[in-house]
């Protein structure tokens, strides 16, 4: 091609090799745009492109007088002119602005640095636009070019990085930074760059130049700039928080990398360790194990660590997190024990004694350790607010073990400051597991709308660090709040897709998870899908099994979801059987706050027995267990209200009275919590438990009965079958890292268990009978049992157990109904 165009930077022409003087300023612009644009223009669209201003006809004419002084000032230039159309030839020109425009850096990383480098300043550099024909199309077009060279450069920087060519990446950033010095991003990433790589000093400078720049015109750096300069004065690396590493602490800098959630980086790091002769080989060990835990590779982790110093803290601190992937709390406690004990004396480092104490928090916590977690929670916390270091996990760790023994109230503001604090200091990890647990809280407390925004943003956080565990488990609890808002599509595509990532990692306790949380999605979709349900929850237990060796929470969720599953499909003995072993699972376990959910579960089944006065003893087991924890969550109406059925059918109608205002209460304190009636009125209307609860508030006369009224009045088309199963959440526990589950967990929902629907379908049953009765109306069979989404003949059972067992003022509406 004999003319080659450099239009990026100030404008060079060569023909075959040779210099050509290029023409005036005001003719670059016409110049650039027939170089740019591959199809013959028309002389009307150069007009109105380039001299728009004093409409076509003089645009015309403007354009007819600058392509003669162009002819003039370039007369080789292969220029065609033919009648209306104008044209540069394609292949009598080579132009660098179509290279920029066309480059891929994902596949070809040299030509794209070889582009970039090559681009010397903004296109046509020096010509003003304020004054120069075309002056607006000029400005349009820089600002395209800028973003491109914008675009290109980050994404062939990122793709030297990830091929371990970091001098190469530095001097692109350095070319960029050189060409646009008010392009903060670029300079930060290169200050941040230098500082990885040991050069304080000129990474100052960078910062120094980026401020100079921007002062001249009266502006500032922006906070991460800032921040970034603080750090480096400090001595430390500021995108990570932590202090450039020397040769015996290089595992340090990868795992702040990783935990930053830059993956790439910590690769990059890991290489450049592993070539270093100066770093010991243990210390390799541990930064490539460091990583490899980061990246939920607990089994590599645990064959390099084999490897390491057992006596140096970071090791045992690592080690004990491995151990508790694997639910092992006895062996991850007394590592994270001997880590604290060797970080004790006054020459530990802050960032050590804090990680140590932190893995102890979540030892005990696994072990059900309460008060001794909480300890050693609180002395992470005070190392971190002594040295200004590491603050954003040890809240955390205290956040989490206060969620796990249900303290919500305690937890919600430790959680909030940990996303503030992780969103300043680019801690990922640490941020995905504060939406992971505040949208857990939030699915408990009934702020499902905030719990979905949390947990929808972690599981695309957990998604973009290619976390597949943790972000199969993610969605099993997005699935959980979807669910209770009534999203059953979305919710069974949620538990479909957590199982296809568990199955894709070897973690078998993962996998039966999923497949606890995919039943339980089966289970509120639809009465037809319980026998699948119960199929998913077998192929759960024969998982756990045969895979996992210790026994977990997932083990007793599934004995008492199958316990649930067999209560519906008519088998109460064996789900009476299933409730026991979910107790032996949960009491040898140590987790108390998880016995109220099953002895409920239990009385209702014993209460469709006829077994009324173990029914009775079991619900009362329930509710003084929960008044015993203190225990805070959407769960307690439920529970109380189990509790007065039982005592009114052993009887006892004032006490049950009682319990039942008890629950009104709970109901009312959390209906508090909504944002608006129409989110009152859809956690009202979510399940049939919460409508039979106000049913029954109205016909017993408890509560208030204006906000009785605002349900119960209201057509009943949202029948126990038209209604979700949505389950009543039980209170949170850890769920990643061998941890204990989440919110709403599958197994523990209170509208599941048979004898629990017949006590509900009853109680609507009533309060249909007393409204019909206000009304003046005389209900039939038919009408009920289409309102309540039930057979007649389960319609005629009930009001003949009705007439038994509610005095005279039932049986006459009873007999009202079935004539």
């Keep these: 091609m004999p003319w080659r165009f450099t239009l990026l930077g100030p404008l060079r022409l060569h023909v075959h090799g040779a210099p ?5 300023p005001r003719l670059q612009p016409l110049l ?11 002389r009307e669209e150069l ?18 007088q600058l392509l003669f002084a162009l002819r003039r000032a370039l007369p ?3 220029l065609s002119v033919d009648g209306e159309f104008v044209a540069l030839p394609p292949e009598q020109r080579w132009v660098d602005g179509e290279r920029l425009r066309t480059i891929d850096p994902a596949s070809e990383p040299d030509t794209a640095t070889a582009v970039l480098l090559g681009i010397e300043g903004e296109l046509l550099q020096g010509v003003d636009c304020d004054i120069s024909p075309g002056g607006e199309w000029l400005e349009r077009a820089r600002r395209a070019f800028e973003e491109a060279d914008r675009t290109a450069c980050r994404e062939t920087v990122r793709q030297l990085l990830a091929r371990g060519r970091d001098d190469e990446a530095v001097m692109l950033l350095r070319a960029a930074v050189a060409r646009h010095p008010f392009r903060e991003a670029d300079a930060i990433q290169l200050a941040e760059l230098l500082a990885m790589r040991g050069d304080r000093a000129d990474a100052l400078g960078v910062l120094d130049g980026l401020e100079a720049s921007l002062q001249g015109y009266g502006l500032a750096p922006d906070a991460r700039a800032a921040q970034l300069r603080e750090e480096l004065v400090a001595g430390r690396v500021a995108a990570h928080v932590r202090e450039v590493p020397g040769p015996e602490r290089a595992a340090d800098g990868v795992k702040a990398a990783a935990g930053a959630g830059d993956f790439a980086l910590g690769a990059r790091l890991l290489r450049e360790v592993e070539h270093r002769r100066d770093v010991p080989p243990a ?10 835990i980061a990246r939920e590779e607990e089994s590599r982790a645990e064959s390099l660590l084999f ?32 880590a604290v004990l060797a970080t004790s004396g006054h020459d530990a480092r802050p960032d050590d004694r804090i990680d140590a104490l932190v893995e102890l928090t979540a030892a005990r916590g696994l072990g059900a350790e309460g008060r001794r977690a909480l300890e050693s929670a609180d002395g992470a916390v005070a190392t971190a607010r002594a040295s200004g270091r590491g603050l954003a996990r040890a809240l955390l ?13 305690d937890a919600r503001p430790l959680l909030t400051d940990v996303l503030r604090l992780s969103e300043q200091q680019g801690l990922a990890l640490d941020r995905a597991m504060a939406l992971h647990y505040l949208g857990t809280l939030c699915n408990l407390t009934g702020e499902l709308p905030r719990a979905l925004a949390l947990q929808e943003e972690e599981v695309q956080l957990r998604r973009d660090l290619a976390l597949d565990r943790s972000e199969a488990i993610a969605l099993t609890d997005l699935a959980s709040t979807r669910l209770k808002l009534g999203d059953l599509e979305r919710g069974l595509r949620d538990t479909q897709l957590a199982v296809e990532l568990a199955d894709g990692r070897d973690d078998p306790h993962t996998r039966a998870r999923t497949r606890l949380f995919r039943a339980f999605a089966l289970h509120c979709a639809s009465e037809d899908h319980n026998v699948e349900a119960l199929a998913r929850v077998q192929e759960a237990l024969a998982i756990h099994r045969e895979h996992v060796d210790r026994t977990t929470w997932v083990e007793g969720a599934l004995h008492l979801l199958r316990a649930q599953l067999r209560g519906r499909l008519g088998q109460p003995e064996a789900a009476l059987a299933d409730t026991e072993e979910a107790a032996a699972v949960f009491e040898g376990r140590g987790e108390p706050e998880v016995l109220p959910r099953v002895s409920t579960v239990r009385a209702l089944l014993l209460l469709e027995l006829g077994r009324t006065p173990e029914a009775v003893h079991a619900s009362r087991e329930a509710v003084l267990a929960v008044l015993e924890q203190a225990a805070e969550g959407d769960h307690l109406p439920v529970f109380w209200f189990a509790h007065a059925l039982t005592t009114a059918a052993s009887g006892d109608q004032a006490r049950a009275r009682e319990h039942l205002a008890t629950a009104w209460t709970h109901l009312r304190e959390l209906l508090q919590l909504a944002e608006d009636a129409e989110q009152r009125r859809m956690m009202l209307d979510r399940d049939p438990t919460t409508r039979a609860l106000v049913a029954t508030a109205r016909q017993w006369g408890v509560g208030d009965r204006e906000a009785l009224v605002t349900i119960t009045d209201r057509p009943s088309g949202t029948s126990r079958r038209a209604a979700v199963n949505a389950p009543a959440p039980i209170p949170a526990r850890p769920a990643h890292e061998g ?30 009978l007393q409204q019909a009765e206000r009304s003046g109306l005389r209900p039939n069979v038919t009408e009920l049992a289409r309102r309540l989404g039930v057979s007649s003949r389960t319609i005629k059972r009930d009001l003949a157990t009705l007439r038994r067992r509610g005095g005279e003022h039932i049986t006459e509406q009873a007999r009202t109904a079935a004539t």
Excluded: F, K, W
């Excluded at 050509?20 to 005036?24: E, F, L, T």
């Excluded at 650039?32 to 028309?42: F, I, M």
């Excluded at 210390?283 to 490899?292: D, I, K």
């Design 20 to 24: 050509v003087r290029p023409p005036a």
């Design 32 to 42: 650039a745009y027939l170089a740019l644009t591959p199809e013959p223009v028309t």
């Design 47 to 64: 007009a109105v492109t380039l001299a728009p201003g004093g409409g076509v006809p003089a645009g015309r004419r403007r354009v007819s």
């Design 76 to 78: 080789d230039l292969p």
């Design 283 to 292: 210390e390799r060990r541990l930064a490539a194990a460091q990583l490899a």
């Design 307 to 338: 490897g390491c110093d057992g006596s140096d803290p970071r090791v045992l601190v690592a080690s004990a997190a491995v151990a508790r992937t694997r639910h092992d709390h006895r062996r991850a406690t007394e590592l994270a024990t001997e």
């Design 397 to 409: 760790a205290r956040a989490i073990e206060l969620h796990r023994q249900v303290r919500l109230t």
């Design 739 to 768: 941890e204990r589950g989440a919110a709403g967990e599958p197994g523990l929902e209170t509208s599941s268990a048979n004898g629990h629907d017949v006590a509900v379908r009853r109680a609507e049953l009533g309060g249909l």
